[in-house]
Each structure stands twice: as structure tokens, then as C-alpha cells.
């Protein structure tokens, strides 16, 4: 098959660029190897709940923020979403809490997942294709070293004429498809310098009553060990007189990775951070009592799996050195997601996907 665009990833990233060509009358294809969209921001549902797959902060969707301008441009509407009326907690060591400043946050009707999935709507109203399960192996080359597509792990070579777009991580974008051979030592030396972030994250079940008795359904609760943040899924599905949360903390990635002798093993490191985790939940937040229970957990690992990221790194590249940007070593392939947004925040993605679509056009 052959495409004037082939994006590589359906994160918020690549659905967003995609959306946009698509809409542009260019023929694109996105390539994702899940079942569903949204790789970060995909659907998490267990048990019967929908849970918010992240911190649930959400900004920009007011009037003149980039929803507004992406959305003017495509012929889906935007999802709905509501301002949240409680405010961002911060609990600090001492148990006191303090109110963020930032009052612009958003709840998305049906999760960020619901935004995925109206970008997918989106391509394929616009004559787009979108094929899911279809995981890219490398780019393909011609004999004079341009890269003309790329090739599925099926054996099938996608053509691009126009452009490739990777939705991979900066690491995997050079790692995985351009291949290591073909790039250069000094980019090499420059992604070695680069760091992402792990994440520990506990999707569980709080009782209603639970939830009004907490200064807020988003919050960030500072304590000894560090930082967790804590986010109540709003107009999500859960069980009636239920809600879902989310809980998340840093890790580091690498223990996650290291030789496992077993399944047992695997689970017994997951117990580990789990135990630590619900003491200082309960610790810092009292008012929990005994009305909520885990359903589910995710690691680095879950994240390598779900998504394919280098160690399953997470939230950007933690660096003070300007992003690499969205060109690349080669003239016709460019990236666009969270290891080279200005931010690791979903607005911040979008809004360089849109400054990468419209360079392309
Ligand atoms: C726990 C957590 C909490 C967060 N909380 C917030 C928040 O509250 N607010 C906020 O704004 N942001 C938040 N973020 C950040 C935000 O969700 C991410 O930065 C953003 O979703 C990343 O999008 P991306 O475009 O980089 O692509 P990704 O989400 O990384 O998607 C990449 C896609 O590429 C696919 N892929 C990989 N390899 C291949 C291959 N070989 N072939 C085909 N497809 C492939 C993957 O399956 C995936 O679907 C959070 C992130 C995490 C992890």
C-alpha cells in the first residue's frame, strides 16, 4: 500500500498530526500496534470501571486554548468536557492543605481516552485509514538510503511519498526504526544523555462517601518519601455508589527490568512497592478509612508492554537541554509526542503536533 503520510503510533501525538493531514485532504495512514488508541491515554477499565488514566490535569480546552483552534479544523466535534469545580489540593507533610493557583483544569466526558478515539473518528471521516494490532518493525529503505516507508512485523512494507511521522519516543524513534547502525554517533551520544521517568500507578475502587470527605477528587499529597498523586475519575463508569481513582508515584525503571526468574518474582517486586505505597496512602490520607480497595496496579513494565517506550519511561525526557525537536536525521521523517513536546502534558503534545502539521502542509 501507498500514502502520501504514514504516522507510527496513535498516542495523543500521532492521532493528532494524523487528524490534521487527513483533514487537509492528504492521504495518511496511522499504524498502531494495540487494540485501541491512545497508548498513554488509552481506555484503562477493570471491574467495571473506566479509570482516568493519568493524574487527570487537563487545561487548554477554553475559549482560545488548542482544542479550540485543532478542533475548528477537523469535522468531528471536541469531546465534552467540564470545568472541575473542586480545585487542586496539595497535602502537605504536616497534613495541611493548599489550593493550586491553576484554576483552568478539565474534566473530559468519558476520560482523555474519549479524546483518542474522536481523533480516530476523525481520520476516518476525512478518508484517512486507521489499522490497529499492525506493529511497525523499522523503516524501509531504498539502495540509495531513503527512506521510502516503512515494514511491518506481518512482512507487509507500507509506502510513504510524502512523509513518516513517529509517534515513538525520541529513543525507539532512532533505536527502532531508523535503526542504530544508520544513526549518527553524535545523536547517539546525545539520547544516551537523555532520561526518562518510571511510574508506579494503583487503579482502585473508593466508596462516594470516601470521596466527599477528601478536600478534593484531584490531589497531590506530599509526604516523607516523596510525592503521590491521586485523581477520582469524573463522568467515568464505575458501579453505582462507586468511583474509580488513581494513584500514582515515580519509580525508577531499571529494577523493573532486571533478570526475573519467575512470574512469582515479578509479582513479589510488585508487592513490594505496593505494601510501602498503601501505608503512606493511608498515612497521609486518614480519611480514606477502610472505603477503598485496589483493583489493579502498573509499572515500567506495564508501560513497556501497553506502549512499547524504552523501559517504559514515561512523562517526557527529564532534561534542562532544549528538546530535539521534531526533525530528525532524515529529511522526510519527523516526531511528534511527549519526548519532544515542550511539556509531557497532553496539551502541550497536541500543540506541537499542530505546529508539525502545519509545517508539512
Ligand atoms: C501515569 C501518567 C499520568 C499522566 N497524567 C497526565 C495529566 O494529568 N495531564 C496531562 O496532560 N498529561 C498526563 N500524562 C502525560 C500524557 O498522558 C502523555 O505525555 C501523552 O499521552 C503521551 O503521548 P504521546 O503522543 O507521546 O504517545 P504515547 O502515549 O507514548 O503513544 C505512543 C503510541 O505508539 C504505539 N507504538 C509504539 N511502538 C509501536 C510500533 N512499533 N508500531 C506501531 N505503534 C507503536 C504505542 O502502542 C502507543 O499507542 C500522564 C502520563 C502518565 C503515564
Redesign the pocket.
Known sequence: MSYEIVV???????LTVAALLSARGMNTCL????SQV?????RVEFAGYDFE??????TSFGPGGVYEKLFSKLPVAAPEVSLLTSPHVTRLTDGTDVQSSQHDLYSIHGGPASLAERLAESIKHSGGSVRLN???LRLAYDESGRAVGIDLLSGERVFATKAIIS??TVW?TYG?LVGLNRTPSEIKKRLNTLHGTG?Y?VYASIEESAVSRLPSERMLVKDSDGEFSLAVAVHQVAPEGKRAVTM?TRTDVEPWFSYQSSEEEYEGWDQDALEPFWKRLHAALPELGGDIEIIETANPRT?YDL???KLGM???VETAEPSLGFGTTLPNLFM???TVAAT????A?VESAVSLAERII
Open positions: 507510527v503510533g496513535s498516542g495523543i501525538g500521532g499504524l498502531e500496534r494495540q491512545g497508548g498513554c491515554i488509552g488514566p493519568g493524574m487527570g490535569l487537563y499492525s506493529p511497525v509517534n515513538l525507539d527502532k511510574v500507578v500514582t508501560y506502549t512499547r517506550r514515561v512523562l517526557g511528534v509526542g511527549d509531557a502534558e497532553i496539551h503534545v
